[in-house]
């Protein structure tokens, strides 16, 4: 097994990772018949349930761009609420991948614990890492009528922290929240692009019907089930 097959870690150490009689997972990258050897990979190997889905994205894609290289995204709910050895296994699988350049994770401030941000900073030494963190307005008395549970201190703190560490970070922001007028939403945007962000990302509200916000009122507007 070659060094830098062994891990995606280049601090991996497999003489303090591994003792005789441990078993591990293998590829066969490829053998030498003349000389009776193989080559293996035990980083080809862990990255390969990550990798089936990779290839699927890309044969999905494939009609419309000659793309070879690509950002690992994991946009759905919080990104970094989870266990700590599943969310390492996870993003460890995604940047494996030769044609994955970016790990891009979406997430909250309150889902940035230090196990998580130490793990992020890890990532980040391999290939880069970026954090797409909902923030959605500067304004903690539509943060308590959101049910958000955060408020603008708090992620300004996670901001700060993952800037010290090297890490990009898109910053999410919510237009025409109930009881925001054009005032309070560029308040909002001046705020933000204040704090050592990399990038901004406006959204458009949505509510889904049925939830607990669907009876809201906002001038004009009415959002009912």
Same mark, same amino acid.
């Given at each position: 097994i070659p060094a830098d097959e062994y891990s995606a870690d280049p601090t991996a150490d497999p003489a303090k990772e591994l003792k005789i009689g441990d078993e591990i997972g293998l590829i066969i990258m490829k053998t030498n018949d003349q =000389?009776?050897? #193989?080559m293996l990979s035990k980083k080809r190997f862990d990255a390969q349930g990550a990798w089936d889905k990779i290839e699927a994205a890309k044969e999905k894609i494939a009609s419309k761009t000659n793309c070879n290289k690509f950002i690992a995204y994991f946009q759905a709910y919080s990104g970094t609420y989870g266990d700590i050895e599943?969310? =390492?296994k996870l993003f460890t699988e995604a940047i494996n991948h030769p044609q994955v350049v970016i790990l891009s994770v979406a997430t909250r &401030?309150? &889902?940035l614990d230090e196990k998580v941000l130490a793990l992020l =900073?890890? #990532?980040n030494r391999i290939k880069p890492v970026w954090i797409e963190m909902g923030l959605q307005t500067v304004h903690d008395s539509t943060h308590r009528l959101l049910n958000t549970c955060y408020t603008y201190d708090m992620f300004s703190s996670k901001v700060y922290e993952l800037n010290k560490r090297g890490i990009y970070v898109i910053a999410h922001l919510i237009l025409g929240l109930p009881g925001e007028d054009e005032s309070m939403i560029l308040e909002s945007v001046r705020k933000t692009c204040n704090l050592p962000i990399d990038g901004i990302k406006l959204q458009l509200l949505h509510v889904k019907q049925f939830s607990s916000d669907s009876n809201w009122t906002h001038g004009d507007m009415e959002f009912e089930a």
């Open positions: =000389e009776g050897t #193989i599943y969310l =390492e &401030c309150d &889902c =900073e890890k #990532i």
